[in-house]
């Protein structure tokens, strides 16, 4: 990465805006390769949540997706449109909304582990195994101070 690349002072040290530029290059491919499964990029993560637990409910996605309960409300009811998760109510509490993937749903989300494996390759692939492992350490510390 040439200095040509970055504006002039300080930036190229700051933490803040090297994290915006890389989840930017990172959003930007992510959201190509979804693009090419016809998958609205709005909706990756929520697959992603439901493929590791189905059934969980709107507000422990809303949770664990650090999203208002409207924007998930409206990001389900477009997946519901889209026959890619299914709201029922919880057998224990009829004030609860869990979700389920559908078989669509579920098929399309079995295909995001690998499509994130190559793109993490992509992005790590100047770092060798311990150093990537470092890097995921350090993000997650950074991020459990943060939260």
Do not use: C, H
């Amino acid at each position: 990465m040439a200095d040509a690349q970055w504006p002039k002072g300080t930036q190229k040290e700051s933490f803040g805006f090297l994290a915006q530029v890389l989840a930017r290059r990172v959003d930007n491919e992510l959201k190509a390769e979804l693009a090419n499964l016809d998958l609205d990029f709005r909706f990756f993560m929520t697959l992603m949540q439901l493929l590791a637990q189905d059934g969980q409910s709107q507000r422990e996605l809303g949770s664990k997706l650090n999203l208002p309960e409207y924007q998930v409300s409206r990001n389900l009811a477009a997946m519901v449109k889209d026959d890619l998760v299914e709201r029922r109510t919880s057998p224990t509490s009829r004030r609860t909304t869990q979700v389920f993937l559908t078989g669509k749903g579920r098929a399309l989300a079995q295909q995001m582990p690998p499509l994130i494996n190559t793109l993490n390759d992509t992005f790590l692939s100047a770092l060798n195994g311990d150093e990537r492992a470092m890097l995921i350490t350090l993000l997650q510390r950074v991020l459990s101070t943060t939260a």
